[in-house]
């Protein structure tokens, strides 16, 4: 019922910066916790980041803290990531997801997710 599409995901340089955005569809965005996970083939989803509905609340993975910010436009319907001093470590493929539960980083309380955007961090 909601649908998610992630952009601005490439390929940039270790220290490098890149925003993705993630446009939600549905007239019930604010009420919807969103997330950000990342996964390499072969390997399971992990958390990255997540924002309660109000954009009051956020957490993040100890790897991405003090690196990486999530922030959402409701009256866009937006989430994004902003992500700073990117480390060849960062490179996957990243996936918007919406939930019920703020704040979550388990992959199974999120019910909808985007298609994925892939960032490559080179050196």
């Known amino acids: 019922q909601v649908q998610l599409v992630e952009s601005g995901g490439g390929l940039v340089q270790a220290g490098g910066s890149l925003r993705l955005s993630c446009a939600a569809s549905?007239?019930?965005?604010?009420?919807?916790?969103m997330g950000w996970f990342r996964q390499d083939p072969g390997k399971e989803r992990e958390f990255v980041a997540a924002?309660?509905?109000?954009?009051?609340?956020?957490a993040y993975a100890d790897s991405v803290k003090g690196r990486f910010t999530i922030s959402r436009d409701n009256a866009k319907n937006t989430v994004y990531l902003q992500m700073n001093s990117l480390k060849p470590e960062d490179t996957a493929v990243y996936y918007c997801a919406a939930g019920r539960k703020g704040g979550s980083s388990s992959k199974d309380d999120y019910a909808y997710w985007g298609q994925g955007t892939q960032i490559t961090v080179s050196s």
């Open positions: 549905g007239r019930t965005f604010s009420s919807y916790a």
């Open positions: 924002i309660s509905g109000s954009g009051n609340t956020a």
